[in-house]
């Protein structure tokens, strides 16, 4: 029986335990990617449910899904349907897209699994922000069915990389305790999305090294750790990109106000006589000033909440730095 192609894309690898084979998800979404329009999203939120439909009757029916080579056809030709038209979206990195591109990575391993002997993938079917790699280390070879072939033994980690293995959940995990998720998001900075996409894929090859091993307690720790610290950074991501959506370009914001300020005219002392022309241009200047200051004043308050700046660059926003925190201070 002629499996379904595990999906392809831009991604990273996480091991799926029981099956031996890899499966692949997403990393965490370019900085500046684009998002799919409300109906297109809409669309895809209706494939993905249908995915879901099909991955719970794998899980319910089991062997007997692909027991009868026609209905087993028919059911890899509908997971392939589901390939094609999450692949004929116009975006790669539309958040709504990703996930449903993993649930579909998802459902194409568990028809591998069941085609090749195995047992579908478990996912859970409450947490609807769940994907289905948080738990497909927790899958395991099925037993129940008469036909399927004596189980080998299986390979058991050396001390070694047990050690190996342990060290690499707690690298992935001290990422995650680190990961800044409340007031400004670091993610809005193009840099440090690189930063955690690298580290991701780091991570994931590490994981690959396991692929043998899938079935330790270790390992599917790890690889549980992983997903933990990929969801995260996923979540942390789209908060960043809200904050975005509502600062506008800060550096260009900050820019401005400075220029604004530093082109009000300071009221000037009169000393009398006075004349009416001189009166006129010093109520001119003042109401300008105080205008001017009043918007800068605004719009530094709106933006001080949320703004990801370092906290002092080097040099000067004259020398070309980028305006930091000290800068912000300063224009208050």
Not at 142 to 158: I, K, N
Not at 282 to 288: F, I, T
Request: aromatic content about 4%.
């Amino acid at each position: 029986m002629r499996a379904v192609p595990l999906l392809r894309t831009l991604t990273c690898l996480v091991l799926l335990a029981g099956a031996g084979l890899p499966v692949h998800w997403p990393l965490v979404p370019n900085a500046h990617a684009a998002t799919l329009s409300s109906s297109l999203q809409f669309k895809v939120g209706k494939i993905a449910e249908n995915i879901d439909k099909t991955h719970q009757r794998l899980r319910d029916e089991g062997s007997q899904a692909v027991a009868d080579p026609m209905k087993a056809k028919q059911l890899r030709e509908r997971i392939e349907s589901y390939g094609r038209a999450l692949d004929k979206m116009p975006s790669n990195d539309d958040p709504v897209l990703l996930d449903a591109k993993a649930r579909h990575g998802a459902l194409v391993a568990a028809f591998n699994a069941l085609a090749t002997g195995g047992a579908p993938t478990e996912t859970p079917d409450t947490d609807a922000n769940s994907t289905p790699a948080s738990t497909a280390a927790s899958a395991t070879p099925s037993t129940s069915t008469a036909a399927a072939p004596a189980a080998e033994a299986r390979p058991e980690l050396v001390s070694g990389q047990r050690v190996r293995v342990t060290k690499l959940t707690r690298d992935i995990q001290a990422v995650q305790a680190d990961l800044i998720t409340s007031g400004p998001s670091p993610l809005q900075r193009a840099s440090e999305v690189e930063r955690y996409r690298a580290a991701l894929e780091k991570y994931a090859t590490g994981l690959n090294r396991y692929a043998d091993y899938a079935h330790d307690p270790d390992v599917v720790s790890a690889a549980r750790a992983y997903q933990a610290l990929r969801q995260a950074l996923s979540a942390e991501y789209q908060r960043a990109r809200a904050q975005l959506d509502t600062l506008g370009d800060v550096q260009a914001i900050l820019a401005n106000i400075e220029a604004s300020l530093r082109a009000s005219t300071v009221p000037q002392m009169l000393w009398r006589p006075v004349t009416d022309a001189e009166a006129t241009a010093l109520v001119v200047a003042r109401d300008d000033t105080t205008r001017r200051a009043t918007d800068a004043i605004a719009e530094l308050r709106r933006i001080a909440p949320l703004a990801y700046l370092d906290k002092n660059n080097p040099g000067t926003v004259q020398q070309g730095a980028l305006y930091d925190q000290s800068d912000l201070n300063r224009l208050f």
